[in-house]
Antibody
């Protein structure tokens, strides 16, 4: 059974960089069929896609966050990561990592999510 | 403002049927597969429907999906109190080159 687990600081100061890692277990991240992505949800609001990556390093970014986001993959550790720079209070959200079926537009496995609060 | 438009809320009595709409455009719903997710309070989203109308293993046939033109619909029959949740539609937008979600619909089972 595939499992995804987010990890990283729960509190980040304004203007600093948010860094999260998603550890994948139960299957290899090195597959041509699936992308690996990040989706966030501000408190009381809806889902917002951030970025997705294929194990080869091919990436897709949200147009609204592109200038501040980097997604990367580490196939040796079977994990992928997110960096979001210059954070503000508006970046406070639950961050989910998820597996996305390539070419089919759906996320079939999700991590439990991790709350990241931006505050001094 | 979400790219995909959903009603903020819907409600119906136990045992009844409800539909949730997802309106998009020719660059997203009109040409790409739509998926639907259920999010229970405090939980991660769960895939309910993919490729417009396909249920993953374990999803009951009380749930159904359809698409026509630039709109998609999620249907739930035989409503149960356990169906109370937020529901989201999602797809790829070929103009934005981005995943897009609807704003979410809160289902209340009265």
């Amino acid at each position: 059974q595939l499992q995804l687990q987010e990890s990283g600081p729960g509190l980040v100061k304004p203007s600093e960089t948010l860094s999260l890692t998603c550890s994948v277990s139960g299957d290899s991240i090195s597959t041509d069929i699936y992308y690996w992505g990040w989706v966030r949800q501000p408190p009381g609001k809806g889902l917002e896609w951030i970025a997705s990556i294929l194990y080869t390093g091919r990436t897709y970014y949200s147009p609204s966050l592109r200038s501040r986001v980097t997604i990367s993959v580490d196939t040796s550790e079977n994990q992928f990561s997110l960096k979001l720079s210059s954070v503000t209070a508006a970046d406070t959200a639950v961050y989910y990592c998820a597996r996305r079926r390539g070419g089919r537009n759906y996320f079939d496995y999700w991590g439990q999510g991790t709350l990241v609060t931006v505050s001094s | 403002q979400s790219v995909l438009t959903q009603p903020p809320s819907v409600s119906a009595a136990p045992g009844q049927k409800v539909t949730i709409s997802c309106s998009g455009s020719s660059s997203n719903v009109g040409i790409n597969f739509v998926s639907w997710y259920q999010q229970l309070p405090g939980a991660a989203p769960k895939l309910l429907i993919y490729e417009n109308n396909v249920r993953p293993s374990g999803i009951p046939d009380r749930l159904s999906g359809s698409k026509s033109g630039t709109s998609a619909t999620l249907g739930i029959t035989g409503l149960q109190t356990g169906d109370e949740a937020d529901y989201y539609c999602g797809t790829w937008d070929s103009s934005l080159d981005a995943e897009v979600f609807g704003g979410g619909t809160k289902l209340t089972v009265l």
